[in-house]
Antibody, heavy 121, light 108 residues
């Protein structure tokens, strides 16, 4: 069974940092592109970033470029999102989602339960 | 950036009725890169349709997708109570991946 479990969310002050983690199991993590998608309270879905299976290709939404860094550790079946210079508008539930197996670009067929990040003073 | 516009914003229907949800893209896209998701309150999104018309694993056949170019449609043939949720279309053919704003399907 595919499982994605996010952790690391919490309350942080504007300008602060947070590191999210996603533990993957039940599939060959090393062969899949992985994504972070967020959802502000009461709002729609916003794609944040993706990383290819070997970390060769990394992409970010303009809203987080230069502040967030996606990474993965295939030996640990884990995905990460380092978030710096956090702003109030980064407040959201952050989902880890599995992407394509063979290509960078694919739909997201499995999602974690999400972790809430709140940026507030 | 490909902008996706979904309509209507809210759709009020009764169980047993047919639902038709629309997604329009700001420029012509390959149907290969068009997906639909369902999200219920407090839950993560669930992939329904990818490649504009292929059902994801375990999705009932009352869900169908169609369209090409700039106009795509998600159809639910006969609504059952668990279908009432928010639906998002998505284009994933490059960076940035973009979502529509969502259509809320509510019980009439």
């Amino acid at each position: 069974e595919v499982q994605l479990v996010e952790s690391g969310g919490g309350l942080v002050k504007p300008g602060g940092s947070l590191r999210l983690s996603c533990a993957a199991s039940g599939f060959p993590f090393i062969t899949y592109t992985m994504n972070w998608v967020r959802q502000a309270p009461g709002k729609g879905l916003e794609w944040v970033s993706c990383i290819s299976s070997s970390s060769s290709y990394i992409y970010y939404a303009d809203s987080v470029k230069g502040r967030f860094t996606i990474s993965r550790d295939n030996a640990k079946n884990s995905l990460y999102l380092q978030m710096n210079s956090l702003r109030a508008e980064d407040t959201a539930v952050y989902y880890c989602a599995r992407g394509a197996g063979d290509y960078v670009w694919g739909s997201q067929d499995y999602w974690g339960q999400g972790t809430l990040v709140t940026v507030s003073s | 950036e490909i902008v996706l516009t979904q309509s209507p914003g809210t759709l009020s229907l009764s169980p047993g009725e047919r639902a038709t949800l629309s997604c329009r893209t700001s420029q012509s896209v390959s149907s290969t890169y068009l997906a639909w998701y369902q999200q219920k309150p407090g839950q993560a999104p669930r992939l329904l349709i990818y490649g504009a018309s292929a059902r994801a694993t375990g999705i009932p056949d009352r869900f169908s997708g169609s369209g090409s170019g700039t106009d795509f449609t998600l159809t639910i043939s006969r609504l059952v109570p668990e279908d009432f949720a928010v639906y998002y279309c998505q284009h994933f053919g490059g960076s940035p991946i973009t979502f529509g704003q969502g259509t809320r399907l509510e019980i009439k």
